[in-house]
């Protein structure tokens, strides 16, 4: 027997791998096991208890050249191989994964000569034919006369016949032992029942062997009846997926500025799904945490509070993108659709399309004929535009300064030059400029305010069904007081998209300005249910602010802060929630802090020259304020800062004389007139009343 045949086989555990022809058998059962899996097992096999490494794997399975995910693509092979071994990833018996270094064979390994292969494991083993001494010389007389004995009861059964030949005992090398009786089993005929001797022994074992055949099919097929029983009655079992994440695609293209595409088509998916009323979907702003994240997709579906979750990637060569999709089932990390599409980029929408179908179809959530209509619904766009749109969204997310917001405008608007009938563009230009024109970012409100409005119009008139459009829309005419138009804005946004946490945040904003602080503190919570890490605690603690509740408010912006500790605008809110908490010393250091975060913003300024007043500094809050007031010759500074200087120093003909500018300006400071405790003090004066009427406040609550 050569080298090769002597190591073809093996055998570890119940299990025979043919490594020739790629089979692998258990208990002497052929399992079914595709190409790429036992490849693995392979080059486990040839090396047992070392590491096997990705690469080693990667370069035997995919060459250089081939256009693959290569890390799902191994996922895959191994799980598929676990599978079939019936092996655990958590507790392994065969094969134990060496967390971003391959993979190691634990289990004893036996290699096997070719006569061995295919035997049972140690104490299975076949009957091998027994010697039977003849009766001539050297038989003693025993052998005798048991020999007659079978000989007679062979004479009356006209079954298969046994002959025999005797072999000499010098023919074998065996000197002074009897000759031996070989046996060629052939059909009986009339002749043969004369032949000297019949195994009797095998003819009475052979009925015993046909019930334990029939008995060992029997218990088979209980047994697949009863798995396929429990498949059947597992999957009926299965909870029905109600909420979902679409977590950020990875980037494969080993380029890291391709990053804003893998991040704009997981966006684009979930805006897909988000369409659908009887599915919550986890917003883009929540799912982005989780980028490059350690946790594994349990502990991840834990913390949104999902059912089930889509992981993948994204890879782009030249024109062509290839994406990987595949949806887990939260409660057991089961793998259950898998899905690669490769198109070209100007194709990208019409891929999106078909993921977010196929997702759907998965869950077997119910859609409307209108929901489907959205969900399916793709428009052309040239790769150049998509790039630009998702260049200004990648911006625009990002946002933590003026200059970002800058960035994200100009590629919205070179998007727009190229094609000025793709509506998300004209969508993303609007959120750009009325986050432009707010305090904290420092832009001149009256003239950003009619460049947003423009760009949503714009934007309803091509897509009338842009829930995000409504919402800016309502955003915009809140802030010029035109307070049942948003009001109704709001309501058109989520008939749209009932599940969107980003509208009911904002429609919390509106009951706000109403005075209706313990129903917006209702509408937040119920955004954060939506969606519990894209409320932030920044967001909800502004609400929890309006109401009073300053504890909390503290509490959530520490959680928030814990997260993400260089978030000026999470830091501005602590400032003013400090402060109205009386404890202006502690608010200094924090405002700080996000004056130089937010490249000196007006408004924290403004807020830090409040806290230095109240914590008996007054030196310090008149030098920030001579500080504005020098800005404010050769730059913009909003009304609203000076307002809340002069509310901090307790000059308030100075703070009214600033809230008839900031009025001018249409501040978004003055939306808040009702619930802002910063006011109080003057709250009472016929000034701030009549303030209260000109923009429509002065009903009651």
Known sequence: MNTDQNSRFVRFGSFEADLHTRELRKHGLKLKVQEQPFQVLAMLLARPGELVTREEIRSRLWPRDTFIDFDHGLNAAVRRLRDALNDDAETPRFVETLPRRGYRFIAPVENLGFEEAGQPEAGVRTSPSVPIRATGAGASPSEKVALDKVMDRGRATDSMRVTMTTTPAAAVGEPGISPIVTSQIVPATASTWRQPVLLRAEEARAPKRVRVLLAAIVMLALIAAAFVAYQIGSRAKQPTIR??????????????????????????????????????????????????????????????????????????????????????????????????????????????????????????????????????????????????????????????????????????????????????????????????????????????????????????????????????????????????????????ALDLRP?????????????????????????????????????????????????????????????????????????????????????????????????????????????LVNANAQAGRPADALRLLDELKRRKKTEYVPAAAFVLAYLGLGDYDQAFFWLEQAYKEQSYILLLLKVFPFFDPIRNDPRFIDLLHRVGLDQPS
């Open 243 to 492: 909420s979902l994440a679409v977590l950020p695609l990875q980037n494969l293209s080993g380029d890291p500025a391709q990053q804003y595409l893998a991040d704009g088509i997981t966006e684009e998916l979930i805006g897909r799904l988000s369409d659908i009323r009887h599915l919550r979907v986890i917003s883009h702003t929540s799912v982005m945490r989780f980028k490059s994240t350690q946790l594994s997709t349990p502990e991840i579906a834990k913390m949104l509070g999902v059912d089930a979750v889509v992981e993948g990637s994204v890879m782009r060569d030249g024109s062509r993108i290839r994406v990987h999709a595949q949806l887990i089932r939260a409660a057991s990390d089961e793998h259950f659709w898998s899905e690669s599409y490769d198109r070209e980029l100007r194709d990208v929408l019409a891929m999106d399309a078909d993921v977010a179908q196929a997702i759907a179809r998965k869950v077997e959530v119910t859609i409307t004929g209108e929901e489907h209509k959205r969900l399916a619904a793709v428009r052309s766009v040239s790769p150049e535009v998509y790039e630009n749109y998702l260049k200004g969204k990648f911006a625009l997310d990002r946002g933590n300064n003026k200059s970002d917001l800058e960035e994200s405008i100009a590629y919205f608007n070179e998007a727009i030059r190229k094609d000025p009938t793709y509506a998300p563009s004209y969508l993303g230009l609007a959120n750009a400029y009325s986050d432009l024109g707010t305090v904290f970012m420092g832009g001149i409100a009256e003239q950003e305010r009619p460049r947003a409005e423009l760009a949503a119009r714009k934007a309803l008139e091509l897509d009338p069904e842009l829930a995000e459009a409504h919402v800016v829309m309502a955003a915009i005419a809140e802030a010029q007081w035109h307070w049942a138009e948003a009001e109704s804005e709001y309501h058109r």
């Open 499 to 607: 599940n969107d946490a980003a509208a009911h945040s904002a429609f919390a904003w509106w009951l706000d300005c109403q005075g209706r602080t313990e129903e917006a503190l209702t509408m937040s919570r119920r955004a954060r249910a939506l969606d519990p890490l894209a409320i932030s605690g920044a967001h909800l603690a502004w609400h929890l602010f309006f109401a009073r509740h300053y504890d909390q408010a503290i509490q959530e912006l520490h959680s928030a802060l814990a997260v993400k500790p260089d978030d000026a605008f999470a830091l501005w809110v602590l400032g003013f929630t400090l402060i109205a908490n009386n404890h202006p010393q502690e608010a200094i250091p924090v405002l700080k802090k996000g004056v130089s975060l937010s490249n000196n913003s007006p408004a924290l300024i403004g807020l």
